[in-house]
């Protein structure tokens, strides 16, 4: 397996426009995170997916990020409309069960200008 | 009170010292403890998993656990430059519970 793929690795936008971010898990994993990383904060829970259904959305900021899981392999992560203080590492997860091992994706290094 | 405290750091070590690497947890129901470390620009990876009190060796890594204290460490003995790296720990208190995690510690060994 690949592990986890995300995408775009990088990702420049003006504020106010839409960002999608993009995650393929490892098959054969139940569960999938979305994370924030910054300096100051550390890495954040967004929310967490298990069979596809959300869980676990209590990290998400606010009504502008928004989550879904269609299917199992594949999961995306919007924000709209985009602002300055979004910008940050975003990360997929996938696990097999909540207390197993976390396989984290390469991360979107996101910047909102 | 975070309900994991992790020491951000930075810290700075010569070649082959001993780093000892630490955070602190407020419940006294998490039971799975894990050492993660995270490369500049990379995923964080899995380095440790213990789950119970005591310590875990691996290498040149141990894990050490203390429940009495609500205190977990990650020990590298003969650190290398390629340790380098930021050392994050996630607790969690089984039972379908989520992942809790520390700020990270940036680890930096220089030659």
């Known amino acids: 397996d690949a592990g986890v793929i995300q995408s775009p690795r990088h990702e420049v936008t003006e504020m106010g426009q839409e960002v999608t971010l993009r995650c393929k898990p490892i098959s054969g994993h139940d569960y999938l995170f979305w994370y924030r990383q910054t300096m100051m904060r550390g890495l954040e829970l967004l929310i967490y997916f298990n069979n596809n259904v959300p869980i676990d959305d209590s990290g998400m900021p606010e009504d502008r990020f928004s989550a879904k899981m269609p299917n199992a392999s594949f999961s995306t992560l919007k924000i709209q409309p985009s602002e300055p203080r979004d910008s940050a590492v975003y990360f997929c997860a996938s696990t097999r069960a909540l207390n197993t091992e976390a396989f984290f994706g390469q991360g979107t290094r996101l910047t909102v200008v | 009170q975070k309900e994991v405290e992790q020491d951000p750091g930075p810290l700075s070590v010569p070649e082959g010292a001993i780093v000892s690497l630490n955070c602190t947890y407020s419940n006294s129901a998490f039971q799975y403890f894990m050492w993660y470390r995270q490369y500049s620009r990379k995923g964080p990876e899995l380095l440790m998993y213990?789950?119970s009190s005591g310590n875990k060796e691996d290498g040149r890594f141990t894990a050490q656990v203390d429940k009495s204290s609500k205190y977990i460490s990650l020990f590298i003995r003969d650190s290398q430059p390629s340790d380098s790296a930021t050392y994050l720990c996630?607790?969690?208190?089984?039972?379908?519970?989520?992942?809790?995690w520390g700020l990270g510690t940036s680890l930096a060994v220089n030659p």
């Open positions: 213990t789950y």
């Open positions: 996630a607790i969690n208190a089984g039972n379908n519970r989520k992942l809790i």
